[in-house]
């Protein structure tokens, strides 16, 4: 620690802090552009200036740049006095010569970080009176918008997209005052995280695409801390609604999972909540197969009936479902008609990683793997699969340019100079998958089948338990994962072979003996695997029932065809409760709309173990209900849950039946929290227009809808600044509008942003020590098998229904190298059959990068079925003889195209 | 002993091959010292000589090079010759590379021996084809006769020596930005601390020094310190090549005792003015130094000095701006030059300099306003301290400007008052 004197004030501040940091951090207004509380200082915006004096008797001081200068001991600051704030203002006045008067019509608008800067700067009158320098505008692709005349040149785009997050398609362009940020032609940024320029951009240059579509300021938004669906990780996020559809999801700071940075999956995948798609009421069958709407009452009572008429009743889970609606189901139907709805699979694999987790091995958090010196990834295509978690590896390599930064005396805010220093240096990381990995680029890629990822697995645990190892590259894993002071071991159900997590376990069973900091990180296929996996072991039933009800699940995603058929043809009556149509909805008898994650609140238990509460950022339309409400009524009917009224009862009878799972409770304050006597407002204090929504109506304004589950409100009354983090509705602070504003609620700077943010990790019950699994992985070396492709976009059920994300997701293919092609007898331009038959054809393309025997397929609604099935043995793959190629098949591959 | 060390080979167009520079006693110091002598007892010379740096900031270069850490073994060490002369009105450190070539090499690696680097990079101006192919000649003959290279005269020290043609832009010359374009990314300066010496090309430990600095070296390991003390006549030590451009009868570069007084540089050396010419003010170590008048003539070339007087040494090579001149003008074109030059990394420079050249150009075109005088005041001072900016750039670039509106800002009011420029016949042409 050190004592600082700023403005005649004494503080105590971290020495290992700038000055910036240590300023921000007690709360000073001090504008800045280029420096980011996660990529650190630059230099270049010369925005945050201070004027630092060298002792008592100094009274000129020099203007120094906050960003850059380290906290020293006894250090005299002046933020305020005139000579820091003259610079400040002559250098806000020269950033904003060339920005256009274009706010009106900005989307970023209402909460540009410029905007607040030059305001907190006090540059108001414009005497430049010259031409503005204008640049063109590149096509980037679906998600974001490019309006580089708004650029003021502060780095971060680059730094965020190249060193960050390491893409190598957005490059700074030529010099002086013509810096040009962009790609060197048009087309889609290849960045899986490229959305964050959106947030990362202090102005209005990359702008979010499907907010444009139908854009509004942020100040008209009615927003909610939610957790995002779209892969297992629970990246926490600000949903943002206006008459009643979903505008844009935003990050929001969780200090221990996503801390400022989201995937565009979860970004921008939020728009099926506006689907044409949506159940927007309940419905019957009638006797000619045609569904009618009927009213909410009428459909309970039918249902009521129909249950106490069923001989027999089996409810089947979700894994994308909130925690509440399972449990809910499973309260309705009993323990033992109740299944997790996971495909046999994904549900082998969870219940090994709910093994580890009530074990003694321990699970990191996203902000621990960012510790981790040494990472093996076996079988899991983290981008793709847990696409988060692939940013905070592509940190954890970097542990090793941090290390030399301290031997250096470097302080780690410094990044470009930690950058310099350590060049290429990063920590060892090994990626054992079927094929190209996306961060093969920064560690040391090995191409195997899913059975020789697992037979390396148990060969690493082997060399770890301290049998010599002859093959290279098993030595330098074991070797570095010995070595390292915090070993990483990645694994999960993106490869859909259980064989390679029990591996992993394994290893980190062995690992763990040495080394009590070993990680293991087991990610699965849906943001609450873990709840469904955890109230049945049993993923599906092999019979059929007088009454099956489905929570939020298309089975046909996890169970194939014939034996989905088989059962559907045993049901008499199939109960649907769904927010969007799908291919189970359409042959069920009944349906119940459900509301989606940006209408409901629930607890997600995402791949660690860490129960978080979302929250809903509007009242859904009409009878539309959150799934859990729907099945709380229902069992209402049959005298369950009786006295069980609000969220919070339920949430209370899951803890008091399920221990393990009581944390949940404390996951978020309940609905009685009030900050201030009040409840937390979704709408921003100066939310415009709600009195005008409906005056094409009445003049009269309706009563807001009220929230009895959650303390938030649908209103702007109420407060959001003084609100624990982690139930903010948006992040907004005065003279700070846009999320910039973060650092005002945190403790420190990326430190964790007051009470309640970062959820609550359950098992953590960890006195069993996990004995070593048995392992059987496949001998048959000479058979072809299958693996799942994930694809980040377009392998996710619901983001897929996207009109952004689909327009990236793969057409159906079979990538395969060309011994593997002959042996299938089939040839690029040709194509396969999954199953024998009963899955779309399969377009072949050959890529000789891929282990023998191995035949990669992109998980996609039509194809994610089948490559659960057993993948080894003959049979699987059949050549399609009746596929006619486009026309231009010959030149599915580039690469092809020259040979 | 000769009093022009630098020079000494030099004469007529053709360079001094091998042959001619061992003759007249080159190598002599490398052969004397490698494997002979220990790299901290040549450090010590460096020091005890009072060398400063020639590149334009006169940073003591033994200061410069005991900040290199000794104690690693490990890895490479770098010493890079700043080469990238472009400095407008400079044209010092070509006349070297092109008629003495091997004095540079020979400097580098008794420079390189001292600091204990394997690997010398000569990162070179683009236009300098004719000094590039000449030092490339002289490294193969150097390499041939087991000046350079591996295990050099078989003393098992290694120093490999490349040249790096720059790609062209101004920055390069700034050492950080060179390094960063040497590494072949963006030539942006990089923030100091860190120094090179700690963190330099590729992140290792790297000197860099301007070619002149590091001929200096051959002379004063050969030499030794006192002579090299000896030959300045203030209080720098050594020789200096000046040079001298504009409107005089004989313009050049000569080498010249440290503490020559100006004006012997500009009446004796080049001559006087032109006939018809007056001399009214100079910039006396390039573009980027402010403008001194014909009443500090009398004043020592000596860092020191010119500093007291309110401007820089810099690289000791004079623009002189005479009567018939109009300092706005001549401004204008420095900072048009140096906007133009600008990384386009930090904002004042980026930002800051192309505005102050857009107001000077519309006084120079009759179009200027009185508030554009107080907007060029302010931003001399917004932009012309170090510290401001990220590197010395658009500081250096707003000398020549602040001090033009010091010694001529009647003119720039004449320019606004009349609304045309009172050098120019024509309304608004020069």
């Given at each position: 620690m050190a004592k600082i004197t700023v403005d005649g004030r004494t503080f105590e501040v971290d020495d290992s802090d700038n000055l910036l940091e240590a300023l921000l951090g007690l709360g000073e207004d001090l504008p800045y552009f280029c420096w980011h509380p996660e990529m650190g200082s630059l230099g270049s915006c010369r925005q945050c200036a201070v004027v630092q004096y060298m002792d008592e008797n100094d009274e000129r001081g020099r203007v120094v740049m906050s960003c850059m200068t380290p906290v020293t001991d006894g250090a005299i600051l002046s933020v305020q006095g005139e000579k820091a704030s003259d610079f400040r203002e002559s250098n806000i006045e020269n950033l904003m010569l060339n920005h256009p008067h274009d706010c009106p019509v900005c989307e970023e608008g209402g909460e540009c970080h410029l905007q607040d800067m030059t305001v907190m700067s006090g540059h108001k009158d414009r005497q430049y009176k010259y031409q503005k320098t204008t640049f063109n505008n590149q096509d980037l692709g679906p998600f974001i918008g490019h309006e580089m005349n708004r650029c003021i040149t502060c780095y971060r785009c680059v730094r965020f997209y190249g060193d960050y997050s390491g893409g190598d398609d957005l490059a700074a362009f030529g010099s002086r005052g013509r810096v040009f940020f962009g790609r060197t032609e048009d087309g889609v940024l290849e960045n899986e995280f490229a959305g964050n320029l959106v947030e990362v951009c202090p102005t209005g240059v990359f702008t979010d695409k499907t907010l444009s579509a139908h854009y509004t300021r942020k100040w008209d938004l009615q927003s909610a801390p939610a957790v995002c669906t779209g892969c297992s990780l629970g990246c926490n996020i600000t949903v943002s609604e206006r008459y009643g559809e979903v505008r844009r999801v935003h990050n929001r700071y969780n200090s221990e999972v996503n801390g400022y940075f989201l995937c565009d999956r979860g970004r921008f995948g939020a728009g099926y909540v506006n689907s044409d798609d949506r159940i927007p009421y309940c419905g019957i069958r009638d006797a000619n197969g045609v569904y009618e709407a009927t009213s909410a009452e009428d459909i309970l009572s039918h249902l009521k009936t129909l249950l106490s008429d069923a001989k027999s009743v089996v409810g089947i889970g979700s894994p994308r479902s909130s925690l509440e609606a399972n449990f809910a189901l499973q309260t309705l139907v009993g323990e033992d008609n109740f299944y997790s709805g996971l495909s046999a699979v994904e549900a082998e694999i969870a219940s090994l990683q709910l093994q580890v987790l009530n074990s003694d091995l321990k699970t990191p958090s996203l902000a621990e793997v960012e510790d981790c010196d040494a990472v093996l990834i076996l079988g899991e295509d983290t981008t793709n699969h847990a696409p988060r978690l692939a940013l905070s590896i592509r940190q954890a390599v970097r542990n090793e340019a941090k290390d030399l930064a301290k031997e250096a005396r470097i302080p780690l805010w410094q990044d470009a100079a930690v950058r310099k220093l350590a060049q290429d240096a990063k920590s060892p990381l090994f990626v054992l998958t079927s094929s190209a990995d996306r961060l093969d680029g920064i560690g040391t890629g090995i191409r195997l089948s899913s059975e020789d990822i697992a037979l390396a697995g148990i060969n690493i645990a082997n060399g770890i338990d301290g049998t010599a190892e002859d093959d290279a590259d098993i030595q330098s894993i074991v070797e570095a994962l010995t070595n390292a002071s915090k070993p990483l071991i990645v694994t999960g159900s993106s490869s859909a072979c259980p064989e390679i997590v029990k591996a992993a376990v394994n290893i980190a069973t062995a690992l763990s003996k040495r080394n009590a900091e070993t990680g293991l990180l087991i990610c699965t296929d849906e943001a609450n695997t873990l709840a469904a996996a955890r109230l049945s072991e049993k993923p599906f039933p092999t019979t059929g029932a007088d009454v099956a009800i489905v929570l939020e699940n298309d089975l046909s995603l996890r169970v194939a065809g014939a034996t989905l058929d088989d059962w559907l043809a045993q049901v008499t009556s199939l109960v649907v409760i769904d927010s969007l149509d799908n291919s189970i909805s359409s042959r069920s008898s009944l349906v119940l709309p459900a509301a989606t994650f940006a209408e409901a609140e629930g607890t997600y238990i995402n791949n660690e173990g860490r129960a978080q509460r979302s929250f809903g950022a509007f009242k859904p339309k009409g009878d539309i209900a959150p799934a859990w409400d729907w099945l709380l009524r229902i069992c209402h009917d049959q005298n369950l849950l009786t006295g069980v009224e609000q969220f919070d009862d339920l949430l209370g009878s899951i803890a008091s039946a399920n221990e393990d799972l009581a944390g949940a409770v404390d996951a978020a304050p309940n609905a009685a929290f009030r900050v201030h006597g009040q409840k937390i407002s979704r709408m921003t204090h100066r939310s415009s227009g709600r009195t005008a929504i409906v005056a094409d109506v009445s003049l009269h304004e309706p009563k807001q809808p009220e929230d009895n589950n959650s303390a938030l409100t649908y209103s702007m009354e109420g407060t959001n600044q003084d609100s624990p983090g982690g139930m903010k509705a948006y992040t907004w602070s005065p003279g700070w509008n846009s999320n910039q504003s973060i650092s005002k609620y945190q403790n420190e700077i990326s430190g964790s942003a007051g009470e309640g943010t970062r959820g609550v990790k359950l098992?953590?019950?960890?006195s069993s020590q996990l004995a070593a699994l048995e392992t059987s992985p496949g001998g048959n070396s000479s058979a072809v098998s299958v693996v799942p492709n994930w694809h980040i976009f377009g392998s996710d059920e619901l983001t897929n229904r996207c009109e952004a994300i689909h327009s990236l997701a793969p057409s159906p293919y079979a990538l395969l190298n060309s011994a593997t092609a002959s042996k299938l007898g089939v040839k690029a331009g040709d194509a396969l059959k999954l199953a024998a038959g009963e899955a779309p054809s399969l377009a072949v393309m050959l890529d000789d990068s891929i282990a023998e025997g191995c035949v990669i397929c992109p998980v996609l609604e039509e194809t994610r079925a089948y490559l659960h099935l057993p993948t080894a043995g003959d049979g699987l793959l059949v050549k399609d003889e009746s596929w006619t190629p486009p026309a231009d098949a010959e030149n599915i591959i580039s690469s092809d195209r020259s040979s | 002993m000769t009093d022009k060390p630098l020079t000494k080979n030099i004469k007529g167009d053709k360079p001094a091959d091998l042959a001619a520079y061992e003759a007249n006693g080159g190598y002599v110091a490398v052969r004397d010292t490698i494997g002979k002598k220990s790299s901290s007892d040549l450090l010590d010379i460096i020091k005890d000589s009072n060398l400063r740096g020639r590149g334009g900031a006169g940073f003591p270069t033994g200061m410069k090079w005991s900040f290199v850490p000794m104690d690693k073994t490990e890895g490479h060490k770098y010493l890079v010759c700043n080469a990238d002369e472009m400095e407008p009105g400079t044209f010092k450190d070509r006349v070297i590379m092109e008629k003495d070539p091997h004095q540079l090499v020979e400097g580098m690696i008794l420079s390189a021996y001292t600091i204990d680097a394997d690997i010398g990079y000569i990162f070179i101006r683009a236009e300098y084809h004719a000094a590039a192919r000449r030092l490339r000649e002289a490294i193969n003959a150097a390499k041939e006769k087991g000046y350079l290279g591996e295990n050099i005269l078989g003393t098992g020290y290694n120093f490999e020596l490349h040249v790096h043609s720059s790609a062209g832009r101004y920055i390069c010359g700034e050492e950080t930005a060179l390094l960063n374009s040497l590494e072949g990314k963006r030539a942006n300066p990089r923030a100091k601390p860190p120094f090179p010496q700690v963190s330099g090309l590729w992140g290792r430990p790297t000197i860099v020094n301007n070619v002149e600095t590091l001929c200096n070296i051959t002379h004063i390991v050969a030499n030794g310190a006192d002579w090299f003390k000896d030959l300045g006549l203030g209080e720098d030590s050594g020789t200096k090549l000046f040079g001298v451009s504009g409107r005089v009868k004989s313009p050049g570069c000569w080498e010249l005792p440290m503490g020559t007084p100006i004006r012997e540089i500009i009446e004796d050396h080049a001559g006087g003015m032109a006939d018809g010419y007056e001399l009214k003010g100079f910039l006396p170590g390039g573009a980027s130094t402010d403008f001194l008048l014909p009443e500090h003539l009398d004043l020592a070339m000596d860092y020191d000095v010119i500093m007291k007087a309110g401007s820089r040494m810099g690289t000791g090579t004079m623009i002189i701006l005479d009567d018939q001149v109009c300092p706005v003008a001549m401004v204008r074109n420095i900072i048009e030059f140096f906007a133009r030059e600008s990384c386009g990394f930090c904002t004042p420079c980026r930002d800051g300099l192309p505005w102050v050249h857009k107001i000077l150009d519309s006084i120079e075109n009759g179009r200027g306003e009185p508030q554009g005088m107080d907007i060029l005041n302010r931003q001399a001072a917004f932009l012309g301290a170090i510290g401001h900016t990220n590197c010395a750039l658009a500081p250096g670039a707003i000398e020549p400007l602040a001090s033009a509106m010091k010694y001529f800002g009647d003119e720039f009011n004449q320019h606004i008052e009349e609304k045309r420029c009172p050098y120019s016949n024509k309304n608004g042409a020069n």
């Open positions: 098992f953590v019950d960890s | -």
